[in-house]
């Protein structure tokens, strides 16, 4: 079994123990930041004098070459390795011998681990940036496409005011755009490097930490060797991150499942993202839609795993922080392909527009501007919400709607009502109405457009 300590035991390690110690079975998927941060540590041991020029090269083509085969398949991770650093190192000194021996010099495990952790992470917060980017573009198609598209908008999951199927996108607009600039602030505070950290106390060998920092493209080194190896704030951040993205994707799962349910009719899923039932031949069930509603939970489970694991921990590296990768890498995964779903469900979805706006028209959305109408013909508008109380409590026993009264019926409840009230409540009107920033106004909604538009192209 490869590792990289042993001259201080005499025993052999107990079987069990050392495949519950082991991190090769997941730390695997580490092996190209585990190259990149050691090809950048041997160039950097090699300007400073420590390592000869050959010795670099040799190394470096060993690193290339191991990395290379593992690309092409050539080469398989078993589990015979302690972790991915001895996997790596065994097979180098295999293929080059003793100069193999020497890419360790001036650095631990612990910031070596910290390091291949990071470059990982900082991947994967590029990645998931991307990915929520082509949602936001998805968003804003939609948005763009139905800007008179009418629907009921809801507080309480009660029929409120009538809006815009593009204000309502909108509103997730807004949270996938923050989501972005958390993986903004995340990236710009775990941008610095490790490496040259050692065990915990740094190392006596000249290292120039700016110069391997530079060359993996990280603002500057790390300014504390202990914190260093003992960090694991910034996989708290992008967890956090990641299960607040959960959390919007979940939240706009939760109503598509109930816009595609049959008392609503308001969307059509895809095929491609439905699945039928093994006995009821009508169903179309929204299972991509309740499953990464259901994934939010996993999510959130690794960043509570991580924090429990990291609250009792002493400075500086511990073992229990190897418990960071696992439950790490399965929400960065599962947040990834839960984007990638989401954001082709949403792409292919079919609104029915006029079930829609019936529905609004159904739910005396338009209670509130009949009270503003009230308002501008002088009623106060604590009087004008107590008669449109009422008229809402006629209709309700008539089984009808206030644009649907005649006249007679108005004016029985208010003198004040006159007949241009029937336009004054129409879908239509009760939405261009809404002029101010942020509102559904059709005015209002050109202008967001065209500053979401602006922004997707600046943030390439």
């Not at 080059?96 to 991947?123: C, E, P």
């Not at 590296?317 to 954001?343: G, I």
Request: proline share 3%.
């Amino acid at each position: 079994m490869a590792q990289l300590w042993g001259g201080r035991f005499t025993g052999e390690t107990d079987q069990l123990a050392y495949e519950f110690n082991a991190s090769i079975s997941f730390d695997k998927r580490l092996f190209s930041q585990d190259i990149e941060g050691s090809i950048a540590h041997v160039t950097m041991l090699a300007k400073q004098g420590i390592l000869t020029p050959a010795e670099k090269e040799r190394i470096i083509e060993g690193l290339e070459g191991i990395r290379g085969d593992l690309d092409a398949g050539r080469l398989e991770i078993d589990n015979k390795c302690e972790d991915i650093h001895s996997f790596v190192e065994a097979h180098l000194i295999e293929r080059i011998g003793d100069a193999g021996k020497k890419l360790h010099t001036g650095r631990s495990r612990n910031d070596q681990v910290a390091l291949d952790m990071r470059l990982y992470t900082r991947a994967q917060v590029r990645e998931t940036d991307r990915l929520l980017r082509d949602l936001l573009q998805v968003i804003l198609d939609v948005m763009e496409e139905n800007m008179e598209t009418y629907m009921p908008g809801f507080t309480h999951l009660q029929k409120a005011q009538p809006i815009t199927l593009a204000h309502h996108y909108g509103a997730y607009f807004e949270m996938f755009k923050r989501d972005r600039q958390r993986m903004s602030d995340i990236y710009r505070r775990m941008n610095y490097c490790p490496l040259g950290a050692g065990a915990l106390a740094g190392t006596t060998y000249p290292l120039d930490r700016e110069f391997t920092a530079s060359m993996m493209e990280f603002a500057g080194p790390t300014l504390n060797s202990m914190d260093s190896v003992s960090d694991r704030d910034y996989l708290i951040e992008f967890l956090a991150a990641l299960s607040t993205i959960m959390m919007h994707l979940s939240r706009f799962c939760e109503e598509i499942i109930i816009w595609n349910s049959n008392e609503y009719q308001f969307v059509e899923i895809d095929d491609a993202y439905s699945t039928g039932s093994s006995i009821m031949p009508q169903k179309k069930n929204p299972d991509i839609a309740e499953l990464v509603r259901g994934k939010t939970g996993r999510v959130y489970g690794a960043l509570m795993s991580l924090l429990t694991t990291m609250k009792g921990i002493p400075l500086a590296y511990n073992k229990d922080m190897q418990e960071d990768k696992e439950v790490a890498f399965d929400a960065m995964d599962t947040v990834r392909n839960c984007l990638v779903l989401f954001t082709g469900m949403l792409g292919t979805m079919k609104f029915k527009k006029e079930r829609m706006a019936e529905s609004a028209m159904n739910g005396f959305t338009n209670a509130t501007d009949a009270a503003d109408y009230l308002v501008g013909k002088g009623v106060p508008f604590r009087d004008a919400h107590g008669i449109i109380g009422r008229l809402v409590l006629y209709c309700i026993e008539k089984n009808t709607a206030i644009d649907r009264l005649s006249m007679e019926e108005l004016k029985a409840i208010s003198d004040k009502f006159e007949s241009d009230i029937y336009d004054a409540v129409s879908l239509k009107t009760c939405v261009e109405k809404r002029l101010t920033a942020g509102a559904p106004g059709p005015a209002a909604m050109a202008n967001v457009i065209q500053k979401h538009k602006a922004y997707l192209q600046e943030s390439r």
